[in-house]
């Protein structure tokens, strides 16, 4: 007579997964809007739906993943644990979802600070898309502030930003030198002439405002070495304080990228002056545990940024 054993069997050693994908989709939107309500909204369900999943999950995974603060979510540890874990599986659950049956796969998520997003950006996304005829391109702009948490957030696929500022949880690599400039109108009273750092501190300022990267180069090239800066106009576009300044009332700082078409049309005019150079790196982020898709890595080469794909996968 064989004797019985308590051995598992091989069925019954395997892994049985207890969440799934929607749940994760949830999850992932709740700790983004900080509700269930607006994860909902974001993920076109019910708010009543997304609640018993984000339970589901929570009863799955056996541990909390928000704490419950008011009426809002805030991810706690467990919670921090998992979110670029479930990022990275939906990332590539949109890729499977694409490899049959389309012409294009998931869109590439990019989002890049007003002067590079305005002015470096849309060229090299075009010929991307000319060589890429079936390739996606959703590009988001904002300050660098606002990119910085976008990424963090893994709201976008790649980031790139102007400014020094960083995040613990965020890769940076070197891009493209930029160069910061003052500018007037042709017609302002300091125009075409060698302007000493009195003057510039007595002078009307039109800049970008806090959170922009440029804002922030700016205040760290100018405050050593005016005794003011007297700032008469701050907006969140470039744009706009070119239209400001062309109208001869204020001078700015802004990037010579920002500025070309400008200065070739003769709207505005480079001032000569005192102070030093002012040049900044602008740089490329990812999340640390973002692992880039196949379409990512081809446009960072496209960009001309090298980077080691073995410290951006989970």
């Not at 998992?82 to 049959?100: H, I, K, N, S, V």
Request: net charge positive.
């Amino acid at each position: 007579m064989s004797e019985k054993t308590d051995q598992p069997t091989a069925s019954s050693q395997r892994l049985q997964l207890r969440f799934n994908l929607r749940q994760l989709e949830i999850f992932a939107a709740t700790a983004r809007e900080g509700s269930t309500r607006a994860a909902a909204e974001r993920v076109a369900r019910s708010q009543s739906a997304a609640s018993a999943a984000l339970g589901d999950l929570e009863a799955a995974m056996g541990v909390l993943l928000f704490d419950r603060v008011g009426r809002g979510l805030r991810l706690n540890e467990n919670g921090r644990t998992l979110l670029p874990r479930a990022c990275a599986l939906l990332d590539q659950a949109r890729e499977m979802q694409t490899l049959f049956g389309t012409l294009h796969g998931a869109p590439l998520r990019v989002a890049a600070s007003f002067t590079i997003g305005e002015y470096l950006l849309p060229g090299l996304i075009s010929k991307w898309t000319q060589n890429h005829p079936h390739g996606l391109v959703q590009l988001q702009i904002g300050n660098t502030r606002d990119i910085i948490d976008t990424i963090a957030s893994f709201d976008a696929d790649l980031g790139f930003i102007e400014g020094p500022q960083t995040h613990p949880d965020l890769i940076t690599r070197p891009w493209m030198e930029d160069e910061l400039v003052i500018v007037a109108s042709p017609r302002h009273k300091l125009a075409r002439r060698l302007v000493t750092t009195s003057q510039l501190a007595k002078a009307t300022w039109a800049l970008r405002e806090n959170g922009s990267g440029t804002r922030q180069v700016t205040d760290s090239w100018l405050a050593p070495h005016l005794s003011e800066i007297r700032v008469g106009f701050e907006m969140g576009s470039s744009e706009a304080i070119k239209h400001v300044v062309a109208a001869g009332s204020a001078l700015s700082c802004l990037s010579r990228h920002a500025v070309a078409q400008s200065l070739d049309d003769g709207h505005l005019v480079v001032l000569r002056t005192e102070l030093p150079p002012a040049r900044r790196r602008l740089t490329m982020v990812v999340h640390r545990d973002k692992r880039l898709g196949s379409s990512a890595e081809a446009f960072v080469r496209h960009c001309g940024v090298r980077w080691p794909q073995s410290k951006t996968k989970p």
